[in-house]
């Protein structure tokens, strides 16, 4: 079955850019979107933005402008930048893979997500 | 932007207990909804997409409804390994958001 596992620095500076990685196995990353999700400790779940296996990214509005996400299908992977980093973006950074059911009546797809990775602690602190 | 609210934030309740959590969206979402189960330390695990469809290896005895802008999960029996935190979670115009969650307690 696909899996999904974080990695990158635990500890980035302040004003600095947080660079994490998702790599995917047990399945192909192609013909799939893929999303980076975060959780600060003891809060909720937000959605920083997701990333398609041809490269089409849709953001989180709130984030945009720090944001930018790649993919690399030859490594099966897909990365995130975030760049200017406060200790507000201190949290626990999962990766998942958003899942498409086709609205016919809508003409429009609809999204969820099946797969989660554990997810990677990162600390902003100089 | 599309906001949820989930009701109520905790829930204190005895295994055994029939539960119901509530995700209200701030405009109609369809039936485009998630449940997710989240547990200390872990990441959030998918229980009912599409309002209502039940993710395969998911017991029966977890069920969501709804459309529109009202939702519902509800549990038919708690059983111990489901004392945790819930999210609803919208999908619409390329965006995703989630609701603030709900900590199922033991009461």
């Known amino acids: 079955q696909v899996q999904l596992q974080e990695s990158g620095p635990g500890l980035v500076k302040p004003s600095e850019t947080l660079s994490l990685t998702c790599t995917v196995s047990?399945?192909?990353?192609?013909?799939?979107?893929w999303s980076w999700i975060r959780q600060p400790a003891g809060k909720g779940l937000e959605w920083i933005g997701r990333i398609h296996s041809t490269g089409s990214t849709n953001y989180n509005p709130s984030l945009k402008s720090r944001v930018t996400m790649s993919v690399d299908t030859s490594k099966n992977q897909f990365s995130l930048k975030l760049t200017s980093v406060t200790a507000a973006d201190t949290a626990v950074y999962y990766c998942?893979?958003?899942?498409?059911?086709?609205?016919?009546?809508?003409?429009?797809?609809?999204?969820?997500?099946?797969?989660w990775g554990k997810g990677t602690t990162v600390t902003v602190s100089s | 932007d599309i906001q949820m609210t989930q009701s109520p934030s905790t829930l204190s309740a005895s295994v055994g207990d029939r539960v119901t959590i509530t995700c209200r969206a701030s405009?109609?979402?369809?039936?485009?909804l998630a449940w997710y189960q989240q547990k200390p330390g872990k990441a959030p695990n998918l229980l009912i997409y599409k309002a209502s469809s039940l993710e395969s290896g998911v017991p029966s005895r977890f069920s969501g409804t709804g459309s529109g802008t009202e939702f519902t999960l509800t549990i038919s029996s708690l059983q111990p390994d489901d004392f945790a935190t819930y999210y609803c979670?919208?999908?619409?115009?390329?965006?995703?958001?989630f609701g603030q969650g709900t900590k199922l307690e033991i009461k």
């Open positions: 998942a893979r958003d899942k498409g059911v086709w609205f016919g009546d809508l003409y429009s797809y609809y999204y969820y997500m099946d797969v």
């Open positions: 047990g399945g192909s990353i192609s013909n799939f979107y």
């Open positions: 405009q109609s979402i369809n039936s485009w």
């Open positions: 979670q919208q999908y619409n115009s390329y965006s995703y958001t």
